[in-house]
Every structure is written in structure tokens, then in C-alpha cells.
């Protein structure tokens, strides 16, 4: 939860409790009573959104890393492959550059594409790697790599569209609780007019705390002495 959310949840929860501590002002069915139930109704589906978007958030890291692996043993069996096929060009001229690697820093699409294209080129001449000490299974080697990485990228993916629609949601929750301390505000402040000491609390309660500014000023140089 982002720091700007999380000083507005702060805030209802030091309202609720206000209204817990102070439940006794406010009869039953009254609408401050209502909003305040409401509020706490609020509060618990912020707090379960904010699990799932931690929960999403570390998906969507756990993603991240399950993609770098998978895409380092698919170029791994790529790289075997390409070697090899250097080799065999030796006295069959043009087998490089069916297997030649893509750039090093090509995205996952075209790693994917060549990959597929390896794939398809080595079936005809599987035996002829394995004449060259390549495993009898490269082929489901290479494939199987392909499919992880295929996988690892829509685990990902799918990860960050619920990371971002969990915050979304989160936000939409905070903002609904902080409409309900809206309308309690002038309530709050009519019933406890003559008393100075519940509004100081009521203040406090619904006051939320702004982050301390940074000093970007560059620091002031010290004067050199002069002699």
C-alpha cells in the first residue's frame, strides 16, 4: 500500500475507533451510527484488498524472476544447438545460419520465434546432432523450454493485471471510507459542540498526516577562512 493510501487508512481507523470509544452518543439507527457501522463494513474490505494486493504484488515479482529463468534455459539449449551447427557447417555450408542466435538483448517474442524456428529446422536433421553428442531428447528439451518461458510471461502478465486492478479497487474502497468520514464530520461536530475535548479527538481522529517534505536546497557552503 502506497504511502499516500496508507495515511488515509490510518485515519479510518483512528475515526472507527472514535466512534467505538463513543458508541454510547449515538442510538441506534441514528445516521451517525449507521455511518459508522458502515465505515467498519469498509475498513474490512480495504484490509482484504490489501492482502490480495500484496499477494499480487509478489506474483508479479515472483513472475519477473520465473521469466529471466526460463528465458536463460531457452537460450541455453538454443546456444548448444547453434554451436553445434557451426560444427556440422564445416561440411555442409549454410547450417549456421539456420541456428544463428538471435541479439543478446532481443525481447522474449523474438527469442521465442527463433527458438520455434530451431524447432522446426533440427527435425529433419535430429540425427545428425546426435551424431555430434547432442542428447537423443534435445528436441523435447528445446520445446519444453519454449513452453516454460510461454508460461512464465502469461503467469507474469496475468499477475500485474490483477496487481493493477486490486490497486485500483483498493483506491476506489479508501475513498469510499473517507465519504463516509465526510459525512460524519458535521455530525460529529454538532453533537459534541459544547465539548471542547471530544471535538480535540475527533479533530485528531480525522486528520490525516501529510509526508514530511524533503529539503531539496543544496546545503550551504562553508566560507573559506582568510588568512
Not at 142 to 152: G, K, R
Amino acid at each position: 500500500m502506497k504511502d499516500s493510501l496508507r495515511r488515509r487508512y490510518e485515519m479510518l481507523l483512528r475515526v472507527r475507533d472514535f466512534g467505538v470509544q463513543y458508541a454510547t452518543f449515538f442510538l441506534a439507527n441514528t445516521l451517525a451510527h449507521l455511518l459508522f457501522i458502515e465505515l467498519g463494513v469498509i475498513i474490512g474490505e480495504i484490509e482484504q484488498l490489501a492482502a490480495a494486493q500484496q499477494s499480487n504484488s509478489r506474483g508479479a515479482r515472483e513472475g519477473t524472476t520465473n521469466r529471466g529463468e526460463s528465458r536463460t534455459d531457452l537460450r541455453e539449449e538454443m546456444e548448444a544447438m547453434s554451436a553445434t551447427a557451426r560444427a556440422m557447417a564445416i561440411s555442409t555450408p549454410g547450417m549456421e545460419d539456420k541456428f544463428r542466435m538471435p541479439r543478446g538483448n532481443c525481447n522474449d517474442v523474438d527469442l521465442l520465434n527463433a527458438a520455434r524456428a530451431f524447432a522446426a529446422d533440427a527435425l529433419p536433421l535430429k540425427d545428425e546432432f546426435i551424431r555430434h553428442e547432442m542428447p537423443e531428447d534435445f528436441l523435447d528439451r528445446l520445446n519444453a523450454a519454449i513452453v516454460a518461458l510461454e508460461q512464465a510471461i502469461d503467469r507474469q502478465q496475468r499477475s500485474r493485471r490483477s496487481q493493477v486492478s486490486s490497486t485500483s479497487t483498493l483506491d476506489d474502497a479508501v475513498e469510499r471510507g473517507v465519504n463516509k468520514v465526510r459525512q460524519l464530520d458535521p455530525i460529529v461536530r454538532n453533537k459534541f459542540r459544547d465539548d471542547p475535548g471530544k471535538l480535540a479527538e475527533w479533530e485528531n481522529a480525522r486528520h490525516t498526516t501529510r509526508a514530511p517534505l524533503t529539503d531539496t536546497k543544496p546545503p550551504t557552503p562553508t566560507p573559506t577562512p582568510t588568512t
